[in-house]
């Protein structure tokens, strides 16, 4: 039996629609915890980013779902990572950061595509 042509012209039209909306990566925001909360959940309390810059020291957190396969940032405590050797746009699938606030170039999947982004 032939497959009916309309079931397969609806779902490349899926198919192609899905691949086509790229997420875009976001900076995510996390609650501001003291010194003292944030070891208590087992964080690292000190200046993110650029060092000898001028932030404030504050609370980076350990995530629970970290190494968990991901398609999109949303579906982490943190961020979908990608594989380093990804290229921008790629289509490909990544795993949950280890913490919650990143630093550096990385790449991120969003969407199922990669992004590569530069964070201070």
């Given at each position: 039996m032939a497959p009916n042509p309309k079931f397969i012209a609806v779902a490349v039209a899926l198919a192609v629609g899905t691949l086509g909306c790229a997420e875009e990566w976001k900076l995510k925001t996390f609650p501001e915890l003291s010194e003292a909360e944030c070891k208590s959940r087992?964080?690292?309390f000190y200046r993110i980013g650029?060092?000898?810059g001028s932030?404030?020291?504050?609370?980076?957190?350990p995530?629970?779902?970290s190494g968990a396969f991901c398609t999109s940032s949303v579906q982490c405590e943190g961020?979908?990572?990608g594989p380093d050797d990804a290229k921008h746009g790629?289509?490909?699938?990544g795993k949950c950061s280890e913490w919650q606030k990143l630093v550096a170039c990385r790449v991120y999947v969003e969407g199922w595509r990669a992004q590569?982004?530069?964070?201070d």
């Open positions: 087992g964080g690292d650029i060092p000898g932030s404030p020291p504050e609370c980076n957190l995530t629970k779902d961020y979908c990572l790629a289509f490909t699938s590569h982004v530069c964070v």
